[in-house]
């Protein structure tokens, strides 16, 4: 789409929905999935299953590459075999690096849990590396765990549904995509 042609303003209107005031918002539900390209789709299958309690289902048969597909909590998890039939770099033969910092503000999936203590007890058990964290708006304290899977990917576990969601829709920000405190 060009948008220095002479109808390059209208096309910008009606794209950002300025043209007929705020656009309808998009059809959407709910997360469906997320997809992490892995080393061993199997030794995550496993972690998954064990640590998080997915469960496999069955693929579409059209899917002609290395993969699982995962199921639980209302959301998937696609697991790719990363290095074959995939556009990822093939995984190192030689001895794997350090794992990273477990990073809590770096990208990461999180999963509500009615139950942090006994996750935090269920990951040291496993003896699984674990950061904690504290989240706190006014007298709500919000308990976080994080985690690497087995790719390095990081896993958050949280209360975060004792914050409520109160929606910004008032306000405008000078950068739209920046969410003021």
């Not at 039939?85 to 990073?103: L, Q, T, V």
């Not at 914050?163 to 008032?170: D, H, Q, S, Y």
Request: hydrophobic share 40%; charged share 25%; aromatic share 8%.
């Amino acid at each position: 789409m060009d948008f220095h042609d002479d109808d390059g303003e209208k096309e910008a209107a009606h794209i950002s929905g300025a043209e007929h005031g705020a656009a309808p918002p998009p059809p959407l539900v709910r997360l469906n999935h997320v997809s992490f390209q892995c080393k061993s789709v199997e030794a995550s299958v496993d972690f998954y299953r064990r640590v998080l309690g997915f469960e496999p289902v069955k693929r579409p048969a059209s899917l002609d590459f290395a993969g699982a597909w995962l199921y639980k909590y209302g959301m998937g998890i696609h697991l790719l075999q990363r290095g074959r039939d995939s556009n990822a770099p093939p995984a190192a033969a030689a001895r794997p690096p350090p794992p990273p910092a477990i990073n809590p503000k770096g990208n990461h999936i999180s999963f509500q849990c009615t139950d942090m203590g006994l996750m935090k007890a269920r990951l040291g058990e496993m003896r699984l590396e674990f950061v904690t964290a504290r989240l706190r708006d006014g007298a709500t304290v919000v308990e976080q765990l994080f985690f690497h899977d087995p790719d390095g990917n990081v896993i958050e576990i949280c209360d975060c549904e004792k914050l409520p969601v109160i929606t910004l829709a008032g306000l405008r920000p000078a950068n739209p995509m920046v969410v003021p405190r």
